[in-house]
């Protein structure tokens, strides 16, 4: 065994101080080596793969924040389209209820103007009749009053005044129902 300055290495002592010299120098030079590319080269994917990992969950985030705002965005425009939906619904009932009026308005005023026309028309029949019938009850009752009296009424100015003083006398009488 090699003492070294009073340093003990058991079996790990070199028999050859020169080996130990030289074990040095490479482990510096590897050392050295590391150090210039192996390290930088880590250091370089690892900053890479934090820059992804960060970049992924910006990403992530802009994607959960656009998709929020346009959760928001679709529920004002779910709100808005309700609310115009239900806009739409009122304006149709009123405009059903003034269309309602408007029909039973112009129902009424046929149905009024039928029954108008229809009292109108009825008057103008009755007079009709009844100026149909006294004419031909005059006639009736001037030949009736000819046969009792026994003369003939031609004259048509008495038979005229005989006639109205008959239809008279018969309005005058209350008229009995059977």
């Not at 250091?43 to 992530?60: D, F, L, M, S, V």
Request: cysteine-free; overall charge negative.
């Amino acid at each position: 065994m090699i003492l070294l300055d009073g340093i003990d290495f058991g079996p790990l002592a070199p028999e050859h101080p020169e080996e130990l010299i030289v074990g040095f120098v490479l482990f510096v030079i590897i050392l050295v080596v590391l150090w210039k590319k192996v390290i930088p080269a880590f250091e370089k994917t690892y900053e890479e793969r934090t820059a992804e990992i960060t970049g992924g969950i910006e990403k992530a985030e802009a994607a959960q924040a656009e998709a929020a705002q346009a959760l928001a965005t679709y529920q004002a425009q779910l709100a808005e389209a309700r609310s115009e939906a239900a806009k739409i619904r009122e304006d149709a009932k009123s405009q059903a209820a003034t269309t309602a009026a408007e029909i039973r308005a112009q129902a009424q005023a046929d149905a009024d103007r039928i029954l108008a026309t229809a009292k109108a028309q009825l008057e103008a029949e009755r007079t009709q009749v009844v100026r149909q019938l006294r004419g031909e009850l005059g006639g009736l009752a001037t030949e009736l009053a000819g046969r009792i009296v026994g003369e003939s009424l031609s004259d048509d100015e008495l038979a005229r005044r005989t006639v109205e003083r008959f239809l008279a006398d018969l309005e005058a009488e209350p008229v009995e129902h059977a």
